[in-house]
């Protein structure tokens, strides 16, 4: 890939990857596989921290709305 410069988290190693979130250029060490995301977006999945797009909250359970 054309990705070139140091690492935007630990700014010494060179950056191998691109956060798919904030797209910024990361190392190996951190990126996450995982989720294809920066350790720093990566610890924001899942923990909805006021970003948009996030899940809902379970839509089922003890439902609200089987009031007969
Ligand atoms: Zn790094
Ligand atoms: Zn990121």
Redesign the pocket.
Known sequence: MSVSG????????E?SHTCDQCGRA??????DDAFGLCLDCSAGVGRGSGSGTGEEPGHNDTGDNVRF
């Open positions: 140091l690492c935007h988290v630990c700014e010494s190693a950056a990361v190392c190996d060490q951190h990126h």
